[in-house]
């Protein structure tokens, strides 16, 4: 019906009509990709959901986040071309771990989940650290981050004084003799269709570890240490037990003749009794071999048992870290103290007063301002909503991050 | 029950493996039996065919002799071997052992739980005080009427749904009783104590007490709340079931309240939200709020706090304990963790490779343990309080579940095996009038005493 009318239109009416047309498609698009960089810009930025409409708070928040981040990078710039501790055989500064979640269409990441967000501690080498925290703080991130497993976002991991934060996969090569992993779940850790005696052969071979005549008795030498039997060589991981299995996995480790072995939890998926053999296996190869262990559980008293030092985690930062015993005779951080109080008590009689914590952790995708322990803390102030608490020494070798204690230097 | 179902190597004793002949004959041999307890657990029985007493009227429950069996195609694996226990009213019971003992296979057996045709109750009782609905002779429950000063019902106007009052065909109003509402708004019926053998309760009978009567609490609260439903329609199910006659007004009411005992801070907004929504920590006091929910006389607790972190594990605790003693119910606990027992549990029953090695009071069994494997297990933990060097370990692992042998279990790891344990499996000895240990150490003392 209509329709008989746009026949009808001359040459010069078509004309007019398309470039009509092309300039309404390029302003619309041109609508849309401004539309999407403010709002990737927005995001990138401080949240300003809650405060919108309101110019003074907006301000702030952002005036807040920007000194914020400079101060931090003040700080990791200062410290940046300090020298290596000789005596640490590993030193972290500053490390981040940032997983983007968001990009906007510049390919830039709008948000990110903080995994481990500027974690610095020493280790020297023979001494045990025992990494302690809730799920989903990072622990497991930031022990796969100092192996290179993951590419860190930023800060410096030096392993016998060389900075390997910026090592390509393959100059980390002749490094991973010297720095191996030992993972929670022996189950699934354990290639199935290989022997033990292929399991633990395979670093060695690979490694040139030892000539490769000798390569059998090596492994029979590791597996003998390791408490496994003989026999055990021409065996397949699925007819063995998980403590077994977990053996297995330490002697892998072991096999390379490492300096560094990351434990992730290689206590939690066993029973009780098993895990004593475990923890007293680890005990005794560290004593004879001069291991440095990175040992991570949520499990605290196993920690405790197991470690000299001791850091204390809390969505992606180290809020407490020192000595074993200056940490478990006075903690210092809330977060340590309720930490340490939750821990159940296997004496009937024994009442604690406990410090029960309110709510849950928080996403680390969207840690709260300031303090990030603030939304649970029983003693957060208003200071500690706004300013992240410095990370700072208090007694010798006793680091702390919270607003209870002084911050000036 | 993963740790059942492991391969099982070793089953003769130079194989590593069964030919297709045997497993044929296994299998034969296992389904004449199954296909006649799957049978008994179809059958229709009247009431009195499972009902029982109780041994003692101050216990709640009461598992005697149970043999819980699973008929796999390597052979029988006895997951529960012949386990005695008693949960008194008003306490906690802690169940403790490691993983394969069968501390999870004997609360799926009060529950019924086991997944047939393999996971039988061999043999065995599980008597159960109930404190259902008294129930007319149409088995319809009768409804409790609200009462005045005189103790005659309470007539009240009877109302059509706009609140007008209805009038009969004179123009009058009409009168009408009206059944009595607890402090949730829940109607309220008639109540009777009867006791039930739960071992030999065919399945349809069991809905009566499964939620209602009896509720659980399992370990991973995400796999056991279904991600396609909100909260409010899962929690709001247990009341329209288990409490007839209520609307599904009355059934929101209900879950509110119960989301609100829980110490859920919001929880009309928890109400409308999906499991995935929530929480480790929300999810399983969700979980606990549906247990609630049917107002049950005991709740079984396995593995509570294992999927979740210590400071949540802290709270969870803590809302346990409160809520046994608002709501008078007992709480079986099942848990691998010596200190949760410790915290937790009046009675303390230890359980290796499906036998109950030792029970007690809760003091007696951390106080003055007795059978080597519970010292053992106390020695080889950590704790926050000591300083040890190294750590007591058990060598050696749990026997393999298939082809028990006829000694005690626990012989090959244990370090004060004397000669006498090259017999048979030690009897229970009471050591004290609450301790019971399972040990040929104690067998003499006992003889001397008397």
Not at chain 1, 163 to 183: H, S, V, W
Not at chain 1, 366 to 373: A, I, L, M, R
Not at chain 2, 104 to 121: C, F, H, K, R
Not at chain 2, 219 to 243: A, R, W, Y
Request: aromatic content about 8%.
């Amino acid at each position: 019906m209509n329709n008989s009318y746009l026949y009808v239109v001359t040459g010069g009416q078509v004309v007019a009509a398309g470039i009509l047309v092309a300039v309404v498609a390029l302003l619309v698009i041109a609508g849309c990709v401004l539309f999407f960089l403010i709002k990737g810009r927005k995001a990138d930025g401080a949240k300003t959901d809650g405060a919108k409409g309101d110019d003074v708070a907006l301000f702030d928040d952002e005036l807040e986040a920007r000194h914020e981040r400079e101060r931090r990078e003040k700080a990791a710039l200062k410290d940046r071309d300090l020298p290596p501790d000789e005596e640490a055989l590993l030193e972290v500064r500053h490390l981040k771990m940032y997983f983007p979640l968001k990009k906007t269409i510049g390919g830039k990441v709008s948000l990110a989940l903080r995994a481990v967000d500027d974690v610095s501690f020493k280790l020297k080498r023979g001494e045990t650290l025992g990494i302690v925290g809730e799920s989903g703080c990072g622990k497991t991130t930031m022990g796969r981050a100092i192996l290179k497993l993951y590419q860190p976002t930023g800060g410096q991991v030096f392993f016998e004084g060389k900075d390997i934060a910026g090592y390509k996969p393959k100059e980390m090569r002749p490094l991973r003799t010297k720095m191996q992993i030992i993972f929670q779940d022996p189950y699934s850790s354990l290639p199935p269709r290989s022997t033990v005696g292929g399991i633990l052969s395979e670093p060695v071979k690979v490694h040139k570890v030892v000539p490769k005549a000798e390569t059998k008795d090596y492994v029979m030498k590791i597996m003998e240490q390791c408490g496994l039997r003989d026999y055990y060589y021409e065996r397949y991981p699925h007819e063995f037990s998980g403590g077994q299995r977990q053996r297995i996995c330490i002697a892998r480790a072991l096999s390379v003749k490492p300096a560094l072995v990351v434990c992730d939890e290689p206590v939690s998926a066993l029973d009780v009794s098993i895990q004593a053999q475990i923890i007293n296996l680890l005990k005794q190869l560290q004593e004879e071999l001069g291991l440095t262990y990175l040992f991570i559980s949520h499990d605290l008293s196993v920690v405790k048992h197991i470690s000299d030092k001791i850091g204390v985690m809390y969505l992606g930062s180290m809020v407490e870290f020192g000595d074993k015993k200056a940490i478990f005779s006075h903690p210092m951080h809330p977060y340590t103290q309720a930490l340490f109080s939750a821990v159940p008590n296997p004496n009937p009689d024994v009442k604690m007063d406990r410090i029960v914590l309110k709510g849950d952790i928080p996403s680390p995708a969207d840690p709260p301002k300031g303090c990030k322990f603030n939304t649970r803390c029983p003693h957060a102030m208003e200071i500690c909503k706004h300013i992240t608490p410095n990370y700072k020494e208090y007694e010798p070798g006793h680091f702390v991050a919270c607003h209870c204690y002084p911050q000036e230097d | 029950m993963s740790e059942e179902k492991e391969p099982k190597t070793k089953a003769k004793k130079n194989r590593n493996y069964l030919t297709g002949r045997e497993i044929r004959a296994i299998v034969r041999s296992n389904n004449k039996v199954t296909r006649a307890l799957e049978k008994k657990k179809r059958r229709k029985a009247k009431e009195e065919e499972f009902l029982t007493t109780l041994k003692d009227d101050r216990n709640i429950l009461e598992v005697e002799d149970l043999h819980t069996y699973f008929f796999t195609e390597q052979g029988i694996v006895k997951a529960v071997n012949g386990v005695s226990f008693e949960v008194p009213q008003g306490s906690t019971v802690g169940v403790v052992g490691e993983s394969g003992c069968g501390k999870s296979v004997t609360s799926m057996s009060i529950m019924q739980l086991l997944q047939g045709p393999a996971g039988q109750i061999y043999s065995g009782e599980i008597r159960f005080k109930s404190y259902d609905f008294k129930r007319d002779a149409k088995g319809k429950p009768i409804p409790v009427w609200e009462k005045d000063e005189n103790g005659e019902d309470l007539l009240t106007e009877k109302k059509d749904r706009h609140g007008r009052p209805v009038l009969d065909k004179e123009g009058n109003p009409v009168f009408e009783k009206r059944q009595k509402r607890d402090a949730y708004g829940t109607l309220q019926y008639e109540m009777e104590e009867k006791v039930f053998n739960i071992a030999e309760m065919p399945i349809k009978e069991m809905h009566r007490l499964r939620g209602r009567q009896i509720a659980m609490i399992f370990q991973e609260p995400m796999t056991s709340l279904n991600p396609v439903f909100t909260i409010g329609n899962q929690l709001d199910e247990v009341t329209l079931l288990h409490f007839p006659g209520s609307t599904k007004a009355d059934a929101k009411r209900r879950s509110i309240e119960m989301l609100n005992l829980v110490g859920i801070a919001m929880p009309e907004r928890v109400y409308k939200s999906y499991p995935h929504e929530l929480s480790g920590g929300m999810r399983q006091r969700v979980m606990i709020s549906m247990a609630l929910a049917g107002d049950p006389r005991l709740i079984i607790a396995d593995e509570p706090t294992t999927a979740l972190d210590v400071t949540i594990q802290a709270q969870i605790l803590d809302l346990l304990r409160d809520l046994k003693t608002r709501i008078n119910g007992s709480i079986l606990l099942i848990t691998h963790d010596l200190g949760i027992i410790a915290e937790m549990a009046d009675f303390v029953v230890v359980m290796y490779a499906g036998r109950i090695i030792e029970k007690g009071t809760a003091s007696e069994i951390f106080h003055h343990p007795m059978h080597p494997y519970t010292i053992g297990l106390q020695r080889s933990k950590p704790t926050m309080d000591s300083e040890k060097d190294t750590l007591f370990d058990i060598p050696g692992n749990v026997p393999n579940p298939i082809d028990m042998p006829d000694y005690c279990y626990f012989r090959e790891r244990c370090s004060h095996c004397t000669k006498k344990c090259f017999g048979d499996y030690p009897e229970m000895v009471q050591v004290s009038p609450t301790h019971w240990v399972a040990c040929h150490l104690y067998d003499g003392k006992e003889e001397k005493g008397e």
